[in-house]
């Protein structure tokens, strides 16, 4: 599996649009930002910290098709990219992050 945050607000729109164009970042970068398993809790205390409101996406990266792909980024790690909005019915879990708990932390007691 695969993860993106957003905010929950951005969810629910997304939830009502059936798919997810990405936030201000991803739009600016010309993809949709996505984690692995290995990565997602750096992503949230990088990009996140100190934010609430948050939803964790998990997606299944098999139905994404060609428009994901593993990409160098962070010190040249490979991140996965998906060029094009990211279908809800990719989306196999959506968990609220609690408001009393940094981001990271809470990503990692998700994820076990």
Do not use: C, N
Request: glycine share 8%; net charge negative.
């Amino acid at each position: 599996m695969i993860y993106k945050l957003l905010t929950t607000t951005e969810w629910d729109d997304a939830l009502a649009a059936g798919h997810f164009e990405g936030t201000a970042a991803d739009r600016q970068s010309g993809f949709v930002h996505l984690s692995g398993a290995d990565q997602v809790v750096e992503t949230a205390r990088r990009h996140y910290a100190g934010a609430t409101g948050l939803t964790l996406l998990t997606v299944d990266p098999d139905r994404l098709g060609v428009a994901l792909r593993w990409e160098p980024s962070r010190d040249g790690a490979l991140f996965p990219h998906l060029y094009g909005p990211l279908p809800v019915p990719a989306v196999v879990a959506a968990d609220a992050l609690p408001a009393d708990r940094p981001a990271a932390d809470a990503v990692a007691a998700l994820l076990g």
